[in-house]
């Protein structure tokens, strides 16, 4: 042992200085386990890849997700490359093994989810996962208005969301579906004016001579704008999205003739919450209780439940659940259609945007600067 510690080691034991390699090894080391903790436990980028919350949000904007307003979820699938989520950058290639699945728990957060809240999630259905069996932390992100929370009952009535019986308040640039009759085909110059792209309109046809129809999505404050323009001729509601019962909506059983303006009442489960077993309840949550409740050895047969051979016939959730809803009511596939959010698919909370980009702008008008570290409400 060296007693005399304050001495200066002879040269050859001094510690050889790092080479280029190693100090540029290290230093990327450091990023990518600082990046990878930052976006675990705090903040995560996303960008809005469809039209589905306009005006509210638009195709291009760059966000900042919050992970600590809920609480940051512990990871499911540990064996995963850093700073990657389903695939390996440009490519197809899995970018994780799921040999090794832990328990999810949420550290403590500073709020809960709440109604209006702008939210990020991971969608619970195969089929809007590639139809892959996605583990729940890798299962594709959406983002989407909370319209409801655990233990609401929801009602859409002609387009306007009641909770609890009493109307919901309405986002601010919310879109709706028109039908748009001009006297000619409108010029894209003219679409430029009226700052819309085309994700916000589709040309249906001549009906007959001097008429051209679009169906265009907008607020309507844009509507009132485009019925005072020379060539247009009528701005009207678009029938179609209300007429009689959509298949396609959740559940989309005979107990639940709705559409996307006409839906529910329909209850959001609670952890907690009992239901009875029957017919009209299992077309309802039967899907909830055998994919997403935490339950193994689940069959739904003869209006009969059975969960690991014992026949149940009152059942309690295991967790809360959500209703989600885009803010561009007829060009979103939402709640309506697929279902209910679990607690534990919630991502985190849209935060702000930090960089717009408009795909379809010239050079110049590339960049939505006013639209530059805007809060998401």
Not at 69 to 77: F, Q, S, V
Not at 100 to 113: A, C, D, H, K, N
Not at 117 to 144: A, W
């Amino acid at each position: 042992m060296n007693w005399k510690f304050w001495e200066k080691k002879p040269q050859s034991q001094e510690k050889k200085p790092k080479s280029a390699l190693r100090e540029w090894w290290d230093a990327v080391l450091f990023a990518v386990v600082a990046a990878t903790l930052i976006r675990w436990l705090i903040m995560e980028a996303y960008t809005i890849p469809t039209p589905s919350m306009e005006n509210s949000m638009l195709v291009g904007d760059f966000l900042f997700v919050s992970k600590f307003h809920y609480g940051t979820r512990t990871p499911r699938t540990p064996l995963q490359i850093p700073l990657t989520h389903q695939k390996i950058w440009f490519t197809n290639v899995p970018s994780y093994v799921d040999w090794v699945q832990l328990p999810t728990y949420r550290l403590p957060g500073f709020s809960e989810v709440k109604r209006e809240d702008v939210v990020v999630f991971n969608v619970p259905p195969k089929e809007l996962n590639e139809g892959k069996s996605y583990p729940i932390d890798l299962k594709t992100n959406y983002i989407k208005r909370c319209v409801a929370v655990s233990g609401d009952v929801l009602e859409i009535k002609n387009k306007q969301v009641f909770i609890n019986g009493q109307p919901s308040p309405n986002p601010e640039n919310m879109q709706y579906s028109y039908l748009v009759t001009a006297k000619d085909e409108i010029s894209e110059r003219n679409f430029n004016k009226l700052e819309l792209d085309p994700e916000d309109y589709s040309y249906l046809g001549r009906p007959e001579n001097n008429k051209a129809v679009y169906q265009m999505f907008l607020t309507t404050s844009k509507a009132a704008e485009l019925k005072s323009l020379p060539f247009v001729i009528s701005v009207a509601d678009d029938y179609r999205t209300g007429e009689g019962p959509d298949s396609r909506t959740f559940p989309g059983s005979k107990f639940t003739p709705w559409n996307g303006d006409n839906y529910g009442p329909l209850s959001i489960p609670k952890e907690g919450m009992k239901i009875p077993v029957n017919d009209s309840t299992l077309s309802i949550y039967g899907g909830v209780i055998r994919d997403y409740d935490h339950n193994k050895d689940v069959k739904i047969e003869n209006g009969k439940l059975t969960i690991e051979g014992k026949e149940v016939v009152e059942y309690t959730f295991n967790q809360n659940y959500y209703f989600m809803m885009g803010d561009n009511r007829h060009n979103s596939l939402d709640s309506r259609y697929w279902g209910f959010v679990p607690e534990d698919h919630i991502v985190g909370k849209g935060f702000f945007i930090w960089l717009s980009i408009d795909k379809y702008a010239d050079f110049i008008h590339k960049i939505r600067w006013s639209r530059f570290f805007k809060l998401i409400r």
